[in-house]
Protein backbone atom coordinates (compact mmCIF):
# COMPACT_ATOMS: atom_id res chain seq x y z
CA UNK A 1 0.00 0.00 0.00
CA UNK A 2 1.18 3.51 -1.18
CA UNK A 3 1.70 6.14 1.11
CA UNK A 4 -1.19 9.44 1.30
CA UNK A 5 -0.43 12.65 1.62
CA UNK A 6 -3.17 15.14 1.51
CA UNK A 7 -0.71 18.26 3.28
CA UNK A 8 0.79 19.32 -0.48
CA UNK A 9 3.58 21.96 0.92
CA UNK A 10 6.77 22.92 -0.44
CA UNK A 11 8.60 20.05 1.63
CA UNK A 12 6.00 17.44 0.94
CA UNK A 13 6.62 17.86 -2.50
CA UNK A 14 10.48 18.38 -2.26
CA UNK A 15 9.94 14.79 -1.08
CA UNK A 16 7.59 13.77 -3.85
CA UNK A 17 10.34 14.91 -6.15
CA UNK A 18 13.21 12.70 -4.39
CA UNK A 19 10.39 9.59 -4.50
CA UNK A 20 10.51 10.18 -8.74
CA UNK A 21 13.92 10.43 -8.70
CA UNK A 22 14.44 7.22 -6.71
CA UNK A 23 12.32 5.50 -9.76
CA UNK A 24 8.84 5.31 -7.78
CA UNK A 25 5.82 5.99 -8.70
CA UNK A 26 3.81 9.36 -7.73
CA UNK A 27 0.01 10.04 -8.40
CA UNK A 28 -1.09 13.41 -8.73
CA UNK A 29 -3.60 15.62 -8.92
CA UNK A 30 -4.23 18.05 -12.46
CA UNK A 31 -6.79 19.92 -13.35
CA UNK A 32 -8.80 17.36 -15.81
CA UNK A 33 -7.95 13.99 -14.09
CA UNK A 34 -5.61 12.14 -11.58
CA UNK A 35 -2.20 11.05 -13.39
CA UNK A 36 0.12 8.00 -12.69
CA UNK A 37 4.02 9.91 -12.52
CA UNK A 38 7.30 8.49 -12.94
CA UNK A 39 10.62 10.49 -14.21
CA UNK A 40 9.98 10.41 -17.56
CA UNK A 41 13.83 9.53 -18.28
CA UNK A 42 13.47 6.66 -16.39
CA UNK A 43 12.61 3.31 -18.33
CA UNK A 44 12.42 1.40 -15.32
CA UNK A 45 10.26 3.71 -13.43
CA UNK A 46 7.84 3.80 -16.62
CA UNK A 47 7.85 0.26 -16.68
CA UNK A 48 5.81 0.01 -13.25
CA UNK A 49 3.64 2.52 -14.68
CA UNK A 50 2.74 -0.04 -17.83
CA UNK A 51 2.62 -2.68 -14.48
CA UNK A 52 0.38 -0.70 -12.31
CA UNK A 53 -1.53 -0.05 -14.75
CA UNK A 54 -2.29 -3.09 -16.79
CA UNK A 55 -1.40 -1.62 -19.61
CA UNK A 56 -0.12 -2.43 -23.02
CA UNK A 57 3.30 -1.16 -23.50
CA UNK A 58 3.32 -0.18 -26.85
CA UNK A 59 0.31 2.62 -25.73
CA UNK A 60 2.43 6.03 -25.66
CA UNK A 61 2.50 8.28 -22.26
CA UNK A 62 2.18 12.13 -21.94
CA UNK A 63 5.22 14.07 -20.60
CA UNK A 64 4.32 16.55 -18.29
CA UNK A 65 6.39 19.69 -17.57
CA UNK A 66 6.12 22.63 -15.39
CA UNK A 67 6.33 25.52 -18.19
CA UNK A 68 6.62 25.01 -22.10
CA UNK A 69 9.88 26.54 -21.79
CA UNK A 70 11.06 22.46 -21.49
CA UNK A 71 9.04 21.67 -24.64
CA UNK A 72 12.09 21.70 -26.61
CA UNK A 73 13.63 19.17 -24.09
CA UNK A 74 11.45 16.66 -25.33
CA UNK A 75 10.34 17.37 -29.27
CA UNK A 76 11.65 18.70 -32.10
CA UNK A 77 10.79 20.50 -34.87
CA UNK A 78 8.03 22.68 -33.06
CA UNK A 79 6.00 24.16 -35.74
CA UNK A 80 4.61 27.97 -35.45
CA UNK A 81 1.06 26.76 -34.67
CA UNK A 82 2.06 24.37 -31.59
CA UNK A 83 3.90 27.26 -30.21
CA UNK A 84 0.77 29.33 -30.16
CA UNK A 85 -1.16 26.74 -28.59
CA UNK A 86 0.93 26.40 -26.03
CA UNK A 87 0.62 30.11 -25.24
CA UNK A 88 -2.98 30.15 -25.26
CA UNK A 89 -3.38 27.01 -23.54
CA UNK A 90 -0.67 26.33 -21.24
CA UNK A 91 -1.14 25.36 -18.57
CA UNK A 92 -4.29 23.74 -19.31
CA UNK A 93 -6.15 21.06 -20.53
CA UNK A 94 -4.27 20.12 -23.67
CA UNK A 95 -1.55 17.79 -24.73
CA UNK A 96 0.64 18.35 -27.96
CA UNK A 97 2.35 15.31 -30.10
CA UNK A 98 4.89 16.40 -31.32
CA UNK A 99 8.56 14.78 -32.98
CA UNK A 100 10.35 13.71 -30.54
CA UNK A 101 13.95 14.45 -29.32
CA UNK A 102 16.70 11.87 -28.43
CA UNK A 103 15.79 12.47 -24.65
CA UNK A 104 12.01 10.69 -25.45
CA UNK A 105 12.91 7.26 -25.08
CA UNK A 106 10.68 4.19 -26.69
CA UNK A 107 9.46 3.09 -23.64
CA UNK A 108 7.58 6.49 -23.01
CA UNK A 109 6.40 7.01 -26.78
CA UNK A 110 5.88 3.38 -27.73
CA UNK A 111 7.82 3.43 -30.24
CA UNK A 112 6.56 6.21 -32.28
CA UNK A 113 8.38 8.94 -33.32
CA UNK A 114 6.41 11.57 -31.46
CA UNK A 115 5.49 12.61 -28.24
CA UNK A 116 2.91 14.00 -26.36
CA UNK A 117 4.00 16.65 -24.05
CA UNK A 118 1.60 19.02 -21.58
CA UNK A 119 2.07 21.60 -18.96
CA UNK A 120 -0.95 20.86 -16.32
CA UNK A 121 -3.03 23.65 -14.60
CA UNK A 122 -3.38 23.23 -11.02
CA UNK A 123 -0.98 24.18 -8.03
CA UNK A 124 -0.39 20.65 -6.80
CA UNK A 125 1.07 19.13 -9.95
CA UNK A 126 2.56 22.67 -10.95
CA UNK A 127 4.45 22.50 -7.45
CA UNK A 128 5.46 18.63 -7.91
CA UNK A 129 6.87 19.53 -11.44
CA UNK A 130 8.96 22.41 -10.57
CA UNK A 131 10.64 20.44 -7.44
CA UNK A 132 11.29 17.63 -9.75
CA UNK A 133 13.24 19.69 -12.45
CA UNK A 134 14.75 21.61 -9.72
CA UNK A 135 16.45 18.49 -8.45
CA UNK A 136 17.30 17.53 -12.02
CA UNK A 137 14.57 15.74 -13.40
CA UNK A 138 13.08 16.47 -17.23
CA UNK A 139 9.75 15.66 -17.35
CA UNK A 140 6.90 13.52 -15.59
CA UNK A 141 5.50 10.73 -17.68
CA UNK A 142 1.64 10.35 -16.31
CA UNK A 143 -1.64 8.43 -17.82
CA UNK A 144 -4.37 8.50 -15.77
CA UNK A 145 -4.29 7.16 -12.42
CA UNK A 146 -6.67 3.83 -13.04
CA UNK A 147 -6.51 0.40 -14.18
CA UNK A 148 -6.14 0.37 -18.05
CA UNK A 149 -9.83 0.60 -19.54
CA UNK A 150 -11.56 1.91 -16.46
CA UNK A 151 -13.04 5.42 -15.35
CA UNK A 152 -10.41 7.54 -14.83
CA UNK A 153 -10.10 9.13 -10.99
CA UNK A 154 -11.26 12.56 -10.55
CA UNK A 155 -10.26 12.33 -6.56
CA UNK A 156 -7.39 11.02 -4.08
CA UNK A 157 -10.14 8.53 -3.17
CA UNK A 158 -10.55 7.48 -6.43
CA UNK A 159 -7.02 6.69 -7.13
CA UNK A 160 -6.76 4.90 -4.09
CA UNK A 161 -9.60 2.48 -5.25
CA UNK A 162 -7.97 2.06 -8.26
CA UNK A 163 -5.24 1.51 -7.62
CA UNK A 164 -4.01 0.90 -3.39
CA UNK A 165 -3.90 -2.91 -4.49
CA UNK A 166 -0.75 -2.27 -7.09
CA UNK A 167 1.34 0.40 -5.65
CA UNK A 168 4.28 -0.07 -3.69
CA UNK A 169 4.66 1.07 -0.13
CA UNK A 170 7.33 3.30 -1.17
CA UNK A 171 4.55 5.36 -4.55
CA UNK A 172 2.60 7.98 -3.28
CA UNK A 173 -0.95 9.70 -3.77
CA UNK A 174 -0.91 13.22 -3.63
CA UNK A 175 -4.38 14.75 -2.98
CA UNK A 176 -5.29 18.17 -4.65
CA UNK A 177 -9.43 17.67 -4.08
CA UNK A 178 -11.50 16.92 -6.39
CA UNK A 179 -10.40 17.73 -10.29
CA UNK A 180 -12.07 21.12 -12.31
CA UNK A 181 -12.52 19.72 -15.96
CA UNK A 182 -13.10 15.80 -14.99
CA UNK A 183 -12.28 14.79 -18.86
CA UNK A 184 -8.99 14.35 -20.01
CA UNK A 185 -6.94 16.42 -22.11
CA UNK A 186 -7.53 17.57 -25.49
CA UNK A 187 -4.70 15.76 -27.89
CA UNK A 188 -3.46 17.66 -31.25
CA UNK A 189 -1.42 16.18 -33.22
CA UNK A 190 1.05 18.70 -34.47
CA UNK A 191 3.32 16.67 -36.67
CA UNK A 192 1.78 17.99 -39.78
CA UNK A 193 0.77 21.06 -41.76
CA UNK A 194 -1.87 21.56 -39.70
CA UNK A 195 -3.41 20.53 -36.21
CA UNK A 196 -5.87 17.85 -35.90
CA UNK A 197 -7.61 16.32 -32.72
CA UNK A 198 -6.65 13.26 -31.70
CA UNK A 199 -8.86 13.25 -28.43
CA UNK A 200 -11.41 15.99 -28.28
CA UNK A 201 -11.23 17.89 -24.25
CA UNK A 202 -11.98 21.26 -22.57
CA UNK A 203 -9.84 22.96 -25.74
CA UNK A 204 -12.30 22.18 -28.36
CA UNK A 205 -12.00 22.78 -32.12
CA UNK A 206 -13.37 26.01 -32.25
CA UNK A 207 -10.64 27.65 -29.63
CA UNK A 208 -7.73 25.70 -31.53
CA UNK A 209 -8.91 27.33 -34.82
CA UNK A 210 -9.23 31.20 -33.08
CA UNK A 211 -5.73 29.96 -31.91
CA UNK A 212 -3.80 29.01 -34.63
CA UNK A 213 -5.56 30.97 -37.73
CA UNK A 214 -5.45 27.50 -39.26
CA UNK A 215 -8.21 25.14 -40.01
CA UNK A 216 -7.99 21.58 -37.91
CA UNK A 217 -7.65 19.20 -40.19
CA UNK A 218 -8.68 15.16 -39.76
CA UNK A 219 -5.62 13.04 -38.37
CA UNK A 220 -4.57 10.84 -41.29
CA UNK A 221 -1.45 9.04 -39.27
CA UNK A 222 -1.90 5.72 -37.52
CA UNK A 223 -1.19 6.54 -34.40
CA UNK A 224 -1.71 4.55 -31.32
CA UNK A 225 -3.76 6.45 -28.55
CA UNK A 226 -5.31 3.83 -26.19
CA UNK A 227 -8.05 6.19 -25.12
CA UNK A 228 -9.29 5.96 -29.05
CA UNK A 229 -9.53 2.25 -28.33
CA UNK A 230 -13.79 1.73 -28.78
CA UNK A 231 -14.11 0.42 -25.78
CA UNK A 232 -12.74 2.56 -22.58
CA UNK A 233 -13.83 4.63 -19.76
CA UNK A 234 -15.71 2.20 -18.75
CA UNK A 235 -17.61 1.02 -15.38
CA UNK A 236 -18.60 -2.25 -14.16
CA UNK A 237 -21.92 -1.03 -14.99
CA UNK A 238 -23.51 -0.92 -18.49
CA UNK A 239 -24.10 2.58 -19.82
CA UNK A 240 -27.02 2.83 -22.29
CA UNK A 241 -27.58 6.34 -24.36
CA UNK A 242 -30.39 6.05 -26.23
CA UNK A 243 -32.79 4.69 -23.41
CA UNK A 244 -35.35 5.94 -21.03
CA UNK A 245 -34.26 5.15 -17.31
CA UNK A 246 -36.76 2.34 -15.76
CA UNK A 247 -37.00 1.73 -11.71
CA UNK A 248 -33.27 0.36 -10.52
CA UNK A 249 -31.41 2.13 -13.13
CA UNK A 250 -28.99 4.93 -12.36
CA UNK A 251 -29.58 8.07 -14.17
CA UNK A 252 -27.02 11.05 -15.70
CA UNK A 253 -28.52 13.79 -17.53
CA UNK A 254 -28.93 17.63 -17.45
CA UNK A 255 -30.72 19.09 -14.70
CA UNK A 256 -33.80 19.32 -17.10
CA UNK A 257 -34.91 16.26 -17.10
CA UNK A 258 -36.93 14.88 -14.41
CA UNK A 259 -36.17 11.80 -12.52
CA UNK A 260 -38.75 8.88 -13.43
CA UNK A 261 -40.08 7.14 -10.24
CA UNK A 262 -37.53 4.43 -8.67
CA UNK A 263 -34.95 5.31 -10.53
CA UNK A 264 -31.71 6.30 -8.93
CA UNK A 265 -30.47 10.00 -10.30
CA UNK A 266 -26.93 9.58 -10.19
CA UNK A 267 -26.02 13.58 -11.46
CA UNK A 268 -28.35 16.79 -12.16
CA UNK A 269 -25.88 19.26 -13.87
CA UNK A 270 -26.63 22.23 -15.02
CA UNK A 271 -24.12 23.16 -17.22
CA UNK A 272 -21.60 21.11 -19.55
CA UNK A 273 -18.87 21.96 -17.92
CA UNK A 274 -20.33 20.64 -14.57
CA UNK A 275 -21.18 17.69 -16.65
CA UNK A 276 -17.62 16.95 -17.76
CA UNK A 277 -16.59 17.35 -13.90
CA UNK A 278 -18.99 15.19 -12.45
CA UNK A 279 -19.66 12.34 -15.14
CA UNK A 280 -16.39 10.01 -14.46
CA UNK A 281 -17.15 10.18 -9.86
CA UNK A 282 -20.92 9.77 -11.36
CA UNK A 283 -20.17 6.66 -13.04
CA UNK A 284 -18.03 5.20 -9.77
CA UNK A 285 -21.27 5.83 -7.89
CA UNK A 286 -22.84 3.64 -10.06
CA UNK A 287 -20.27 1.02 -9.43
CA UNK A 288 -20.25 2.02 -5.42
CA UNK A 289 -24.07 1.31 -5.24
CA UNK A 290 -24.44 -2.04 -7.55
CA UNK A 291 -26.20 -0.81 -10.12
CA UNK A 292 -26.30 -3.09 -13.10
CA UNK A 293 -27.20 -0.17 -15.64
CA UNK A 294 -26.85 3.43 -16.09
CA UNK A 295 -28.55 5.87 -18.48
CA UNK A 296 -27.27 9.08 -20.06
CA UNK A 297 -28.97 12.01 -21.96
CA UNK A 298 -26.21 12.94 -23.61
CA UNK A 299 -25.29 16.97 -23.84
CA UNK A 300 -25.40 18.38 -27.18
CA UNK A 301 -23.55 20.89 -28.88
CA UNK A 302 -20.28 21.95 -29.22
CA UNK A 303 -17.04 22.48 -27.02
CA UNK A 304 -16.65 20.24 -23.83
CA UNK A 305 -19.93 18.37 -25.00
CA UNK A 306 -17.79 16.55 -27.76
CA UNK A 307 -15.44 15.14 -25.30
CA UNK A 308 -18.60 14.05 -23.00
CA UNK A 309 -20.03 12.02 -26.18
CA UNK A 310 -16.60 11.08 -27.13
CA UNK A 311 -16.34 9.60 -23.18
CA UNK A 312 -19.82 8.40 -23.38
CA UNK A 313 -19.51 6.19 -26.33
CA UNK A 314 -16.61 4.80 -25.52
CA UNK A 315 -18.00 3.68 -21.71
CA UNK A 316 -20.98 2.34 -23.56
CA UNK A 317 -19.48 0.12 -25.60
CA UNK A 318 -18.59 -1.30 -22.11
CA UNK A 319 -15.67 -3.07 -20.33
O1 LIG B 1 -5.62 14.86 -19.14
C1 LIG B 1 -4.78 14.02 -19.43
O2 LIG B 1 -4.27 13.95 -20.56
C2 LIG B 1 -4.34 13.03 -18.35
C3 LIG B 1 -3.61 13.78 -17.24
C4 LIG B 1 -3.06 12.86 -16.19
O3 LIG B 1 -2.60 14.57 -17.81
N1 LIG B 1 -3.55 12.00 -18.90
C5 LIG B 1 -4.06 11.03 -19.69
O4 LIG B 1 -3.12 10.06 -20.04
O5 LIG B 1 -5.22 10.98 -20.04
P1 LIG B 1 -3.55 8.66 -20.68
O6 LIG B 1 -2.25 7.93 -20.88
O7 LIG B 1 -4.56 7.99 -19.87
O8 LIG B 1 -4.07 9.07 -22.05
C6 LIG B 1 -3.20 9.74 -22.91
C7 LIG B 1 -3.43 9.36 -24.30
C8 LIG B 1 -3.23 7.89 -24.53
O9 LIG B 1 -4.37 7.40 -25.17
C9 LIG B 1 -2.01 7.83 -25.40
O10 LIG B 1 -2.09 6.77 -26.32
C10 LIG B 1 -2.00 9.20 -26.06
O11 LIG B 1 -2.44 10.04 -25.07
N2 LIG B 1 -0.66 9.61 -26.45
C11 LIG B 1 0.40 9.86 -25.67
N3 LIG B 1 1.47 10.14 -26.41
C12 LIG B 1 1.09 10.07 -27.69
C13 LIG B 1 1.74 10.21 -28.94
N4 LIG B 1 3.03 10.46 -29.02
N5 LIG B 1 1.01 10.06 -30.06
C14 LIG B 1 -0.29 9.79 -29.99
N6 LIG B 1 -0.97 9.61 -28.85
C15 LIG B 1 -0.30 9.74 -27.72
MG1 LIG C 1 -6.30 7.03 -19.58
Known sequence: MSQFLSNCTADAMASAAQRLIAGDLVAFPTETVYGLGADASNSQAVA???????????????????????MGDWAREVPEYAIALARSFWPGPMTLVLKRSELAGD????????????????????????????????????????????????????????????????????????????????????????PSVLRPGAISVEMIEESTGIKVTE??????????????????????????????????????????????????????????RILYSALREADAQGLSEVVVVQPIGIGIAVAIRDRLVRAANGR
Open 107 to 194: FVTGGQDTVGVRVPDHVVALALLEAFEKVGGKGVAAPSANRFGHVSPTTAAAVIEELADYLSKEDLVLDGGACAVGVESTIIDCTGTA
Open 219 to 276: SDQEIRVSGSLENHYAPMAKVSLCEVPVAGQGFIAHSSYVTPDGVIRLASPNSDEEFA
Open 48 to 70: RIYSVKGRPNDHPLIVHVSSMDR
